[in-house]
């Protein structure tokens, strides 16, 4: 069983960052494909950004593009969202997912998610 945890909740002012970071104890950490899903109240989970085992392949929603970065650490088994230049439409519970690719996630969604963290609020007030 892989459990994520996810950190970095907070409030921000539109404009400002902040960096979620998700951290998993597996020992298979390395295998999986890595990425992030937020969803706002009475909407479905979006798909936000995706990181391949090895990092060199990256995916980013089309709302997000330009603006965050996904990275990770082997190493630490941690995995990483820098939000910059946020608005007050990116508030959201944001959910840390481990799959088996990146571009199955990022073009087919949460369907094919094998792990979810719990996920962590953002808010952005305006």
């Known amino acids: 069983q892989v459990q994520l945890v996810e950190s970095g909740t907070g409030l921000v002012q539109a404009g400002g960052s902040l960096r979620l970071s998700c951290a998993t104890s597996?020992?298979?950490?390395?295998?999986?494909?890595m990425g992030w899903f937020r969803q706002a109240p009475g909407k479905d989970r979006e798909f936000v950004a995706a990181?391949?085992?090895?990092?060199?392949?990256?995916y980013y929603g089309d709302s997000v593009k330009g603006r965050f970065t996904i990275s990770r650490d082997n190493a630490k088994n941690t995995v990483y969202l820098q939000m910059n230049s946020l608005k007050p439409e990116d508030t959201a519970t944001y959910y840390c997912?481990?799959?088996?690719?990146?571009?199955?996630?990022?073009?087919?969604?949460?369907?094919?998610?094998?792990?979810w963290g719990n996920g962590t609020l953002v808010t952005v007030s305006s």
């Open positions: 997912a481990a799959a088996a690719a990146a571009q199955l996630i990022a073009e087919k969604g949460a369907t094919y998610v094998d792990h």
């Open positions: 597996a020992r298979t950490f390395r295998t999986y494909a």
């Open positions: 990181i391949s085992w090895n990092g060199i392949t990256i």
